[in-house]
């Protein structure tokens, strides 16, 4: 099976600071994604990649960045966190597939917290 | 872009009650559906899919039924369980593409 891993699952930090989301496939996913998980709003795309080096912003990747340097991590990075980004962060990777429907897999999720 | 509209909950029903989430989109061309379901504390786990018009994907007892003509992908279960209680989502597939668009979730508790 497909693992990816988020690197923390609660994480609690400090209004302005730098924080860096980290989260690893173990099988050869070229797509990875990071969403926010916020009540009433379900899902919401941030950023995507479809390969190393290569990013696209989703639908709301203000206040946000990511770093693909390596194919098996996709980083996301709250470059000055702010209370408003208090959320669950999910992670999700697929492959890239021709004739099938592949879906994601996620990771467990990172629940943070900005105060 | 993509939208999907899933009925908002929660939900809650007795133990083996039957349980239907509907699930309605709007898309261009021949986009792909998945039902995820979270359970507390988790991340999202694919319950089941669809590829092409008509398809049942089925899971646990969870089925639904691709339907173009009604642009829908319900989510029924026979009998529910406790452990069933969760929320779930329902995710399009784009057509041209490898993003999913999300429901907002549905939450359902199952009491025994």
């Known amino acids: 099976d497909v693992k990816v891993t988020q690197s923390s699952r609660y994480l609690v930090k400090r209004t302005g600071e730098k924080v860096f989301l980290e989260c690893v496939q173990d099988?050869?996913?070229?797509?990875m994604f990071w969403y926010r998980q916020d009540p009433g709003l379900g899902l919401r795309l941030i950023y995507f990649?479809?390969?190393?080096?290569?990013?696209e912003k989703g639908d709301i990747p203000e206040g946000y960045s990511v770093s693909r340097e390596k194919k098996e991590r996709f980083s996301l990075i709250l470059e000055s966190a702010s209370t408003n980004q208090t959320s669950m962060y999910l992670c999700?990777?697929?492959?890239?597939?021709?004739?099938?429907?592949?879906?994601?897999?996620f990771g467990s999720g990172t629940r943070l917290t900005v105060v | 872009g993509d939208s999907v509209t899933q009925m908002e909950g929660p939900v809650t029903l007795s133990e083996e009650a039957f349980l239907t989430i509907n699930c309605t989109y709007t898309?261009?061309?021949?986009?792909?559906p998945f039902w995820y379901v979270q359970y507390p504390g988790e991340g999202l786990q694919l319950l089941l899919k669809?590829?092409?018009?008509?398809d049942k994907g089925s899971n646990k007892g969870f089925e639904a039924t691709y339907r173009k003509e009604t642009t829908s992908f319900h989510l029924e279960k026979g009998s529910v369980q406790v452990s069933d209680s969760a929320v779930y989502f329902c995710?399009?597939?784009?057509?041209?593409?490898?993003?999913?668009?999300f429901g907002g979730g549905t939450r359902v508790l199952v009491k025994p």
């Open positions: 099988m050869d996913h070229e797509n």
């Open positions: 669809a590829t092409k018009a008509d």
């Open positions: 990649s479809y390969d190393v080096k290569m990013k």
């Open positions: 898309a261009t061309g021949y986009p792909s």
């Open positions: 999700a990777s697929m492959v890239v597939g021709v004739g099938a429907n592949y879906g994601y897999t």
């Open positions: 995710a399009l597939r784009e057509a041209a593409g490898n993003k999913l668009t």
